[in-house]
Nanobody, 116 residues
Framework: QVHLVESGGGVVQTGGSLRLSCAASGSIFNINVMGWYRQAPGKQRELVATITSSGSTNYADSVKGRFTISRDNAKNTMYLQMNSLKPEDTAVYYC??????????WGQGTRVTVSS
């Protein structure tokens, strides 16, 4: 079992920055893909970015060049640096850590609001 806790959300003006954190505990030795997802009001949850155990990253087109996903293995923590935020980035952001057998674990979410 893996327990994930997100933090770092808040209210920021257009063009501002936030850094989200996802701290993990539990059986994290067998995780191969970690990612950030978001869900805006009235919309489906969508992928924002992923990072593999080897460090390969992938981003949604909407955030490329503005967001950076990273991880600190020593701290069992994953981050999402979000720059040049736009109102359309407003959403609840969730972290997900997935095992090779596709069993995934979700955090409780952290809310990001970008005001225009």
């Amino acid at each position: 079992q893996v327990h994930l806790v997100e933090s770092g959300g808040g209210v920021v003006q257009t063009g501002g920055s936030l850094r989200l954190s996802c701290a993990a505990s539990g059986s994290i030795f067998n995780i191969n893909v970690m990612g950030w997802y978001r869900q805006a009001p009235g919309k489906q949850r969508e992928l924002v970015a992923t990072i593999t155990s080897s460090g390969s990253t992938n981003y949604a087109d909407s955030v490329k060049g503005r967001f950076t996903i990273s991880r600190d293995n020593a701290k069992n923590t994953m981050y999402l640096q979000m720059n040049s935020l736009k109102p359309e980035d407003t959403a609840v952001y969730y972290c997900n850590w997935r095992r090779p057998d596709n069993i995934g674990y979700w955090g409780q979410g952290t809310r990001v609001t970008v005001s225009s």
